[in-house]
């Protein structure tokens, strides 16, 4: 599985292609602003898009959805608690597969309500959930610090410490990180109580 991260507009998203290198078969996750690089990355790899996914149903990880649907002709994947506009809904435990490929999705609510991650292959796409240094901010619509808290402590905390993160946004010292590495320097994944957690996002 190859990773082709691309870094788009003004609040540092990044977009991504993962690639089944077997069979040139790949999906989009979180398509906003600069979707020529997109392009170009398809078009350079002769790659066939299957899915478009959505990490969460934020406009700075959708707004490009409909064009990318019309390049592509590729269907949308949201969670099911998603209430934007798309073709096939996923749950907790559920498997995209492209190729030969394929990436579990966990549901990790917290920054929203429909907020996944993507993990396969010795890697996770974290979305806003959890950041290189930090995690996604829980005052907007649908956010909740406690809903956070255990994303992070009783799911992204019990996965495996090698696992590769690549998150929504540049926000870090890094464009990458891994799991273990962030357990370890992300002071948001510092064990401690719920109560503390809600504090210290208040």
């Given at each position: 599985m190859k990773v082709h991260q691309i870094q788009v507009g003004n609040m540092q998203n990044f977009?991504?292609?993962?690639?089944?290198?077997?069979?040139?078969?790949a999906i989009i996750i979180d398509p906003s602003w600069d979707l020529i690089e997109l392009e170009m990355v398809i078009k350079n790899n002769n790659l066939k898009i299957k899915y478009i996914v959505n990490t969460h149903h934020h406009f700075d990880h959708t707004l490009g959805n409909e064009a990318m649907?019309?390049?592509?002709?590729?269907?949308?994947?949201?969670h099911e608690s998603s209430e934007l506009?798309?073709?096939?809904?996923?749950?907790?435990?559920?498997?995209?597969?492209?190729?030969?490929s394929k990436l579990k999705v966990l549901h990790t609510p917290g920054h929203s309500q429909d907020s996944i991650c993507?993990?396969?292959d010795g890697k996770i796409f974290s979305g806003d959930t959890l950041f290189v240094g930090n995690c996604g901010r829980i005052d907007l619509p649908g956010g909740s610090a406690?809903?956070?808290?255990?994303?992070?402590?009783?799911?992204?905390?019990?996965?495996d410490e090698n696992l590769v993160m690549y998150s929504g946004h540049n926000y870090g010292g890094s464009e990458i990180s891994t799991l273990?590495?962030?357990k370890i320097t992300n002071h948001v994944m510092q064990k401690r109580t719920e109560q503390q957690f809600l504090?210290?996002?208040?």
């Open positions: 977009s991504y292609i993962v690639e089944d290198e077997d069979t040139s078969e649907v019309e390049s592509t002709k590729s269907p949308i994947i949201q506009k798309h073709d096939i809904t996923v749950k907790d435990g559920d498997f995209i597969e492209f190729g030969n993507l993990v396969g406690k809903d956070l808290y255990h994303s992070l402590f009783d799911v992204l905390h019990n996965l273990g590495q962030e504090d210290m996002m208040s």
